[in-house]
T-cell receptor, first 114, second 117 residues
Framework: AQSVSQHNHHVILSEAASLELGCNYS??????LFWYVQYPGQHLQLLLK??????LVKGIKGFEAEFIKSKFSFNLRKPSVQWSDTAEYFC????????????FGSGTRLSIRP | GAGVSQTPSNKVTEKGKYVELRCDPI?????LYWYRQSLGQGPEFLIY????????DSGLPNDRFFAVRPEGSVSTLKIQRTERGDSAVYLC???????????????FGPGTRLTVL
C-alpha cells in the first residue's frame, strides 16, 4: 500500500533560518505530490503541488519543493522563515492506482521563535 | 465566496449512540470528500463523492459508517453505534471535479471534532 513518511514530527527554528521538511513516499509508479499547511485555528490549505514537468515547484508564501524521483522524495524548503510560518505541514500523494484518495503523511509541526 | 462549512464544530456523544455530521461544500463543486484525522496523524481518506454517487467508499472503516449526498451538494456522514475509537476530527473537502481527484485542488472545511465518551 502507498504511504507517506514525514520523519520530523516537530521542528523548532529561529526567524530567518532556512527550512527543509522531509517527505518520502512509497510507490513506484506515477505520483502527484502535495504540501498542505494548517495554520493555528485555520483550515488545511494547499501550499503547492507537483504533477509533472519542472521538478522544482514554487508555492505560496515563498515556499518551494523539489521532486526527486530517484529518492522518492518531495522535500519542502523555504530560505528564510518568519514567525507567521508557525503551522502544521502535511505532505500528501495521489497515485493513478488510487486516484480518488489523497494519502497524507502524519505531519510536521513547525514552531518559529521570534 | 463562502468556503466549505461543517456542522457541528464539536460533538460529544456517548458510546453506542448515533451521530450525523454535515458538510456544505463550495457552491458548484461536484466532488466532495470525507476524511478522519486522529490526534497526531494526517487526514485519512474515508469516502469520495462525484455528484450524488459515492465514487470510492473504500476508506470507510466498517459498516457503522455511511455517507450520503442526495442532491449533489450537502453531504452527511452517519456513524451508528459509536465507539470510543471513533473520536477524531472529521474533515470534509470539496473540489471543482473537472480535473479528477488525483489532480483537483481540494478545499477543506474546519472539521467536526467528535468525542465519544
Amino acid at each position: 500500500a502507498q504511504s507517506v513518511s514525514q520523519h520530523n514530527h516537530h521542528v523548532i527554528l529561529s526567524e530567518a533560518a532556512s527550512l527543509e521538511l522531509g517527505c518520502n513516499y512509497s510507490y513506484g509508479g506515477t505520483v502527484n505530490l502535495f504540501w498542505y499547511v494548517q495554520y493555528p485555528g485555520q483550515h488545511l490549505q494547499l501550499l503547492l503541488k507537483y504533477f509533472s514537468g519542472d521538478p522544482l515547484v514554487k508555492g505560496i508564501k515563498g515556499f518551494e519543493a523539489e521532486f526527486i524521483k530517484s529518492k522518492f522524495s518531495f522535500n519542502l524548503r523555504k530560505p528564510s522563515v518568519q514567525w507567521s510560518d508557525t503551522a502544521e505541514y502535511f505532505c500528501a500523494v495521489t497515485t493513478y492506482s488510487s486516484a480518488s484518495k489523497i494519502i497524507f503523511g502524519s505531519g510536521t509541526r513547525l514552531s518559529i521563535r521570534p | 465566496g463562502a468556503g466549505v462549512s461543517q456542522t457541528p464544530s464539536n460533538k460529544v456523544t456517548e458510546k453506542g449512540k448515533y451521530v450525523e455530521l454535515r458538510c456544505d461544500p463550495i457552491s458548484g463543486h461536484t466532488a466532495l470528500y470525507w476524511y478522519r484525522q486522529s490526534l497526531g496523524q494526517g487526514p485519512e481518506f474515508l469516502i469520495y463523492f462525484q455528484g450524488t454517487g459515492a465514487a470510492d467508499d473504500s476508506g470507510l472503516p466498517n459498516d457503522r459508517f455511511f455517507a450520503v449526498r442526495p442532491e449533489g451538494s450537502v453531504s452527511t456522514l452517519k456513524i451508528q453505534r459509536t465507539e470510543r475509537g471513533d473520536s477524531a476530527v472529521y474533515l470534509c473537502a470539496s473540489s471543482p471535479g473537472a480535473g479528477g481527484p488525483a489532480t483537483d485542488t481540494q478545499y477543506f472545511g474546519p472539521g467536526t471534532r467528535l468525542t465519544v465518551l
